[in-house]
């Protein structure tokens, strides 16, 4: 069992940086393969990125490649989504995630609120 912890998000204005982090309670979270998704209102959840178990190989979906950042601590069992740029459309309910694969979490947080105004 994985519990998933994510903080950091807030309101923000377009153009501004926030960093999401994800706590991971378990001995097992350097195992896992870590994602963020998010969710807009009224849409239906989507992959944001991903990062092997080592840090390594870290994945993109194409509207945040460039923009956003993710990076792990297994030593704080930590997840981090570093933003920048932010733009209107990246308003949403971020969730953290883990798994043996970034594409069929088996965990989920509950969820830290972004939104970015004009």
């Known amino acids: 069992q994985v519990q998933l912890v994510e903080s950091g998000g807030g309101l923000v204005q377009a153009g501004a940086s926030l960093r999401l982090s994800c706590a991971a309670s378990?001995?097992?979270?350097?195992?896992?393969?870590m994602a963020w998704y998010r969710q807009a209102p009224g849409k239906e959840r989507e992959f944001v990125a991903a990062?092997?178990?080592?840090?390594?190989?870290?994945y993109y979906a194409d509207s945040v490649k460039g923009r956003f950042t993710i990076s792990r601590d297994n030593a704080k069992n930590t997840v981090y989504l570093q933003m920048i740029r932010l733009k209107l459309e990246d308003t949403a309910v971020y969730y953290c995630?883990?798994?043996?694969?970034?594409?069929?979490?088996?965990?989920w947080g509950q969820g830290t609120q972004v939104t970015v105004s004009s």
């Open positions: 995630a883990a798994g043996s694969r970034w594409s069929q979490p088996a965990y």
């Open positions: 378990g001995r097992t979270f350097n195992s896992y393969v």
């Open positions: 990062i092997g178990w080592s840090g390594g190989s870290p």
